[in-house]
């Protein structure tokens, strides 16, 4: 839809990704520790999803950024044992923990963000946020009309216009643009969900074996991908410590 111009002009991009999993300080991860997960946690950790799926829609690249953090609990509890959230049940009490961590990594960001083709844009991320567990949603503004989604009802996307009414489409492959409806393999009213995004991915990835052509604007994420959210990082994580925006390198072909 965006590509083939049904949205317009990108004139604006938000949205955000939130989580609770971090949400007690006597949750604890070794991905809040700067020395096993590295500086940067919850925008290198869930923010870079984000980030890639934007730029992927869009088809446009972030070229700066401007970024505010922040470390909600400066000290987590360790569980006894070495039990750790998300391979255990933990405990909502500081006090049923061993060990104090002192922890430097954010539980909170937000970035506003500027992309090469005028397009400005903001991201907030969060594992902090009570009741969500896995919130992944962008909003699109355009000058023919805005989309948006949310990944707690992946089957789902909103259409706004300004002059007809709104719309609300459920996932159907037989109403899809032939490229859409190769990573959507169940007729409508089944729902698809987080798991078959990898099976989709994996699909992509065989059918260009297949084809001998990894340049044809594949769907998964390629080396270069994954240097420009290497760049990302390093850029958001030096704008807040500098508290202005930076530019990033441009990325080497």
């Not at 594949?218 to 202005?244: K, M, V």
Request: aromatic share 10%; hydrophobic share 35%; charged share 25%.
């Amino acid at each position: 839809r965006v590509r083939r111009g049904d949205v317009g002009k990108i004139f604006h991009v938000t949205g955000s990704y939130a989580q609770d999993w971090l949400f007690h300080p006597s949750d604890f991860n070794w991905r809040v520790s700067a020395e096993e997960g590295g500086t940067l946690r919850a925008v290198a950790d869930i923010g870079t999803h984000w980030l890639d799926l934007i730029q992927f829609i869009t088809g446009d690249n972030v070229t700066e950024v401007c970024a505010d953090l922040k470390t909600v609990f400066d000290k987590r509890y360790r569980q006894s044992g070495g039990q750790e959230t998300f391979t255990s049940t933990s405990t909502s009490e500081a006090a049923e923990a061993t060990r104090a961590v002192d922890v430097t990594t954010e539980d909170y960001g937000a970035i506003l963000l500027r992309f090469s083709k005028g397009t400005r844009g903001v991201v907030w991320v969060s594992q902090v946020m009570a009741g969500r567990k896995n919130r992944l949603q962008f909003e699109l503004a355009g000058g023919k009309s805005s989309l948006a989604w949310c990944s707690e009802r992946p089957n789902e996307m909103w259409l706004g216009h300004r002059d007809v009414a709104n719309q609300s489409l459920l996932r159907d492959p037989s109403l899809m643009s032939v490229i859409a409806s190769q990573s959507s393999s169940y007729p409508g009213g089944h729902n698809e969900g987080f798991p078959d995004t990898f099976k989709h991915l994996f699909r992509d990835f065989y059918r260009s074996i297949g084809r001998g052509d990894f340049a044809s604007s594949p769907t998964f994420p390629t080396f270069a991908d994954g240097h420009r959210e290497i760049a990302l990082c390093q850029a958001i994580l030096a704008s807040h410590r500098h508290q202005r925006w930076i530019q990033l390198d441009p990325t080497p072909s």
